[in-house]
């Protein structure tokens, strides 16, 4: 499996877009520090731009590294070697790759300008984030053998998670306003992994009176250290759930 990733690795940093993305997060992380003297300002415009291009390169970057190294992996599935360390090996060559163009773009300046918890908490959630999203993407992938079908369902996908799940949400709030909903906030936000890691990183500022109601109950449930453990658990789980069914499908697949 380290052999596999080792090379998926070699192969993703030939390719350069990798490096092109890393370059890109480095300008936008010193753009925002430099801007602005007070650091935490930056970190909450850092924060706006990991939420919507972390998930999004994760997921659409991994969905076609999928599809273009599928010969190499009909390769590998013809030898003496298990499915579950093929896909294995292709998914931490992929995540490494992600989280060290993170690491550099991002985790360089923070620590630089910002090293303190909320520029680590700001740094595990973009690698949470990662994670999870290359998951999502290799479930996608091994479901579908069509590239362009596959890439359309991860675009969607993102869209949902980035756009359509917040309006529904407030649409849910609006409609049940006169009803007590503290837990159904709770189970919604657990929903999203990229909202679920925007208020972990929001209550960190503690600007949470800028909330409302909303900011009130995050602030009593997730400010608490059971809080913290429950979103730890639940960001986990968005890690690992996609990444066994990705596998499971992958093991039965006729390829």
Not at 70 to 85: G, H, K, M, S, V
Not at 189 to 210: E, V, W
């Amino acid at each position: 499996m380290f052999k596999i990733a080792k090379y998926v690795i070699y192969d993703i940093l030939r390719s350069k877009v990798i490096l092109a993305y890393t370059f890109f997060l480095l300008v936008v992380s010193l753009s925002l520090f430099l801007m602005d003297s007070d650091a935490s300002k930056s970190l909450i415009s850092l924060m706006t731009v990991i939420m919507i291009i972390v998930p999004l390169v994760s997921i659409i970057f991994s969905t076609t590294y999928f599809y273009n190294a599928y010969e190499f992996i009909e390769l590998l599935a013809a030898q003496p070697l298990r499915r579950n360390t093929i896909l294995l090996g292709e998914y931490f060559g992929v995540i490494i790759s992600l989280l060290f163009a993170l690491a550099v773009g991002v985790g360089v300046p923070v620590c630089i300008w910002s090293f303190n918890s909320t520029g680590m908490v700001l740094l595990a959630s973009g690698a949470a984030l990662s994670l999870a999203f290359t998951s999502i993407a290799f479930l996608t992938s091994v479901a579908t053998r069509d590239k362009s079908k596959g890439i359309g369902i991860a675009l969607l996908l993102w869209f949902y998670f980035s756009v359509i799940y917040d309006g529904l949400v407030l649409a849910i709030l609006f409609v049940f306003n006169d009803y007590p909903f503290e837990r159904a906030v709770i189970e919604l936000t657990s929903l999203n992994p990229i909202d679920l890691g925007r208020i972990i990183i929001l209550l960190k500022f503690d600007i949470s009176a800028l909330m409302g109601f909303t900011g009130a109950v995050y602030k009593q449930f997730f400010g608490s250290y059971f809080g913290f453990l429950y979103s730890a658990v639940i960001m986990l789980l968005w890690i690992t759930i996609p990444l066994w069914f990705s596998v499971r499908i992958f093991k039965k697949k006729n390829i």
